[in-house]
């Protein structure tokens, strides 16, 4: 019982660790791209 209760827990805790990874990425790679699409000059 208590080992499934660890098992659960870890691969919760990775999967939130996960998602939060892949939150970072997605908000740094969209912050770096309006920074280069506002410095860029405009034609």
Do not use: N
């Amino acid at each position: 019982m208590f080992r499934t209760l660890l098992t659960f827990t870890a691969s919760c805790a990775l999967l939130l660790s996960s998602i939060a990874h892949a939150g970072i990425v997605v908000g740094s790679t969209r912050y770096l791209y309006k920074e280069a699409h506002v410095k860029s000059p405009r034609k």
